[in-house]
């Protein structure tokens, strides 16, 4: 009679963890591919919505510094808050309540501080959709106000205008004058919060994000990718470096490299 031996609690083990050295990875990758499918919906979604109220209502409205574009976007959206955070980047660095933190490749920003979904968000609106009223509000001068679509009909290239973005920011107003950030991890401190290309000139898709990207080198491509949501309803994965072709406002000329 052939005598069969058992295998060891320690043999076990060792083949349980080669198991899991083969499969964890492929795991997490997996999970990784499912969320960021669900951050391009999510600017899938969010750019329907506001090329909806542009359409039926004309430039976004800005009733206020706590609320910017909430209002008219997330009310096409009601029924769908947690739309406003990427899976990849959806909990804030820090709450500072009745303040802002911006955001990060990995981190929401939080408008205000609430803990509530409709006040932390993971994407930037492109600036020049407001109301030129936001100008006035500001006191920004008159010198940009031709470059604000001020109807649904100034967007003459909808397949590359872009109305969201991946940001660590609520919103942008890019030109082609913006250099690119050496910080891909989260907003330059010597860069204004808010402002032009560097709020969306993150390293959060296409790779690992992490504080690595904190300080790279500009003159070649840049590292990482992310999520471009069109007028015309389609949604680009775009590298760093693609950004800077898209049409962001009314008199926007693509720069020559």
């Known amino acids: 009679m052939v005598s069969r031996r058992a295998f060891s609690l320690i043999e076990l083990l060792v083949v349980i963890a080669i198991l899991a050295a083969i499969l964890l990875p492929t795991l997490a990758a997996a999970r990784r591919q499912a969320q960021e499918t669900e951050c391009r919906n999510n600017v899938k979604q969010l750019a329907s919505a506001a090329s909806m109220y542009l359409s039926q209502d004309g430039p976004i409205s800005y009733p206020s510094l706590r609320s910017v574009w909430f209002p008219a976007v997330m009310g096409n959206l009601w029924w769908q808050r947690k739309v406003m955070l990427c899976p990849t980047a959806a909990t804030p660095?820090?709450?500072?309540?009745?303040?802002?933190?911006?955001?990060?490749?990995?981190?929401?920003?939080?408008?205000?501080?609430?803990?509530?979904?409709?006040?932390?968000?993971?994407?930037?609106?492109?600036?020049?959709?407001?109301?030129?009223?936001?100008?006035?509000?500001?006191?920004?001068?008159?010198?940009?106000?031709?470059?604000?679509?001020?109807?649904?009909?100034?967007?003459?290239?909808?397949?590359?205008?872009?109305?969201?973005?991946?940001?660590?920011?609520?919103?942008?107003?890019?030109?082609?004058?913006?250099?690119?950030?050496?910080?891909?991890?989260?907003?330059?401190?010597?860069?204004?919060?808010?402002?032009?290309?560097?709020?969306?000139?993150?390293?959060?898709?296409?790779?690992?994000?992490?504080?690595?990207?904190?300080?790279?080198?500009?003159?070649?491509?840049?590292?990482?990718?992310?999520?471009?949501?069109?007028?015309?309803?389609?949604?680009?994965?775009?590298t760093l470096n693609n950004l800077w072709l898209y049409t962001w406002n009314a008199n926007y000329v693509i720069p020559v490299k």
């Open 93 to 238: 660095a820090e709450s500072r309540p009745g303040h802002w933190v911006s955001g990060s490749a990995i981190n929401a920003w939080s408008w205000y501080g609430s803990s509530a979904a409709e006040t932390n968000g993971s994407y930037a609106l492109n600036g020049w959709l407001y109301s030129t009223a936001i100008n006035t509000r500001f006191g920004w001068g008159s010198d940009a106000l031709t470059n604000y679509f001020q109807s649904e009909t100034a967007i003459r290239y909808p397949s590359t205008t872009p109305v969201f973005v991946d940001g660590v920011w609520p919103d942008m107003w890019p030109m082609p004058t913006d250099e690119p950030s050496s910080d891909l991890f989260q907003l330059n401190p010597n860069q204004n919060e808010g402002g032009g290309m560097n709020v969306a000139t993150i390293a959060r898709h296409g790779l690992a994000p992490s504080k690595s990207y904190s300080k790279v080198d500009t003159s070649g491509p840049l590292p990482g990718r992310v999520n471009v949501g069109l007028t015309d309803g389609h949604v680009e994965v775009s």
